[in-house]
């Protein structure tokens, strides 16, 4: 396999097509290359995890210390995000095989915030585990675009008891309200750019996406830990959850035993992932990303109507809020179309 083309490619090039394909193809190699290389020469000590957000990554991919609060900040604004430059490595195929946490990285911003961000973009992106993958990326939604999601669900006026499994029944586990939104419900800027980047981040179509679920807890409320995918889900027209962008939609604003609480401000809310023992303090905009099955699209013998079997690995929790509301949203995908309409921006090359 070879990633450069030789002087004897070219020479064999028989028309401009393929002149073409093979420059975008060096192009696109060095932009990866040179990412790398940034990576690589970066002392983790000193990277955007330090010392709050760093998760330390052993030969299991992840440590397991006592249970502890992840809080995502960051010191500077996003980058303004180039929204229609695919990725270099090609996206549909790149979860299929063993990836690295450098290779991960690179995608993950490059998805996030295109090709021409990817060095100001790797400060946003946190690998927790390479395998299974868990991936953390700040900033996915610009503020404006999260405020516009929560304004088109309160104003849809559908918010009701969220449900759980194939039977759609409502549980003591599950405690907050949810309602979907549509692109005619409003705020499609922000639907549309939320579905284009998890297609470019997971490598599956936006028409194989649910539509967005906005999900809305008051203090107390909670859901305990669970799969958003189960076998039964197979049994389902649209078969089962691959993969998730779970997104946070505002931020929480304090910590438990502060001595001068807002009562208004978001404390406790956090998502438990109990195989990592990590939790993630919410942040708007931030967005989790991982896959909820061993199956994977790219991988060898994978094809769409095949039996998709949970990864128990990714279980994890939305832990009791304390104070004040907790705004957030999932974005949930398919190995086959779904149907609902669901539409990101069309890449163009």
């Known amino acids: 396999f070879r990633i450069f083309p030789t002087c004897q490619d070219m020479a064999n090039a028989n028309t401009t097509q393929t002149a073409r394909q093979?420059?975008?193809?060096?192009?696109?190699?060095?932009?990866?290359?040179?990412?790398?290389?940034?990576?690589?020469?970066?002392?983790?000590?000193?990277?955007?995890?330090?010392?709050v957000t760093y998760i330390p990554i052993n030969q299991r991919h992840v440590v397991r210390p006592a249970a502890r609060r992840v809080r995502l900040l960051s010191s500077s604004a996003p980058p303004e995000p180039e929204p229609f430059a695919p990725s270099p490595l090609t996206p549909e195929g790149f979860w299929g095989e063993p990836r690295t946490e450098q290779e991960i990285a690179v995608h993950a911003s490059m998805a996030s915030f295109g090709r021409g961000y990817v060095e100001e973009g790797l400060s946003k992106v946190h690998v927790v585990s390479v395998e299974p993958?868990?991936?953390?990326?700040?900033?996915?939604?610009?503020?404006h675009m999260c405020d516009a999601i929560v304004d088109a669900a309160t104003q849809k006026g559908e918010l009701k008891?969220?449900?759980?499994?194939s039977e759609q029944t409502g549980s003591e586990e599950r405690t907050s309200d949810n309602c979907w939104l549509r692109e005619e419900d409003g705020a499609e800027e922000a639907l549309r750019t939320m579905a284009h980047k998890s297609e470019r981040l997971s490598g599956i179509p936006a028409s194989h996406m649910e539509n967005l679920q906005v999900v809305h807890y008051r203090p107390g409320q909670k859901f305990d830990v669970h799969a958003d995918h189960l076998d039964s889900f197979n049994e389902l027209g649209c078969r089962g959850r691959l993969a998730t962008v779970l997104l946070y939609l505002n931020s929480a604003g304090g910590d438990e035993g502060t001595e001068e609480a807002d009562p208004s401000m978001l404390t406790g809310g956090e998502t438990w992932f109990p195989e990592y023992d990590v939790k993630f303090v919410p942040r708007k905009g931030t967005a989790l990303f991982w896959f909820n099955t061993l199956e994977r699209p790219g991988s060898e013998g994978y094809h769409p109507e095949m039996f998709l079997r949970c990864d128990e690995r990714m279980r994890h929790a939305g832990l009791p809020v304390i104070t004040g509301e907790k705004w957030a949203c999932n974005r949930w995908m398919h190995p086959i179309p779904t149907g609902t309409g669901v539409r990101g921006y069309p890449y163009q090359s």
């Open 22 to 51: 093979i420059g975008a193809s060096c192009a696109m190699a060095s932009i990866l290359l040179s990412s790398l290389a940034a990576i690589a020469s970066s002392s983790r000590e000193t990277s955007a995890f330090a010392p």
């Open 133 to 143: 993958p868990l991936v953390v990326v700040e900033d996915f939604l610009p503020p």
């Open 161 to 165: 008891r969220s449900t759980l499994g």
